[in-house]
Nanobody, 114 residues
Framework: VQLQASGGGLVLAGGSLRLSCAQS????????MAWYRQAPGQSRELVAG???????NYADAVKGRFIISRDSAKKTVDLQMNNLRPEDTAVYYC?????????WGQGTLVTVSS
């Protein structure tokens, strides 16, 4: 399984960005897909994700601002980020988990300036 993240960049506070994670190496989109982020000097944290049964969960800090979505035909999982704040600045990683294994994308940097 390979994961390719894209869509990061520099944005002003209050702006929006859309991240995309493209999965390859399988014929199907893995159900357990999620976005994590890691800010400088901090540990990696879950931002939003899909469970194995398709339900979504969000970190409290992003509820109401971020939306995770998936396209099984394209094998992509996107993260729409609205009303961005400086504290959202981090490297964002996509993750896939299946059968006790876990894979990470390379990370994409999101910088929110005030």
């Amino acid at each position: 399984v390979q994961l390719q993240a894209s869509g990061g960049g520099l944005v002003l506070a209050g702006g929006s960005l859309r991240l995309s994670c493209a999965q390859s190496g399988t014929t199907f989109l893995i159900n357990n897909m999620a976005w994590y982020r890691q800010a400088p000097g901090q540990s990696r944290e879950l931002v939003a994700g899909f469970s194995s049964v398709g339900s979504t969960n969000y970190a409290d800090a992003v509820k109401g601002r971020f939306i995770i979505s998936r396209d099984s035909a394209k094998k992509t999982v996107d993260l729409q980020m609205n009303n961005l704040r400086p504290e959202d600045t981090a490297v964002y990683y996509c993750n896939a988990a299946l059968g006790g294994r876990s894979w990470w994308g390379q990370g994409t940097l999101v910088t929110v300036s005030s």
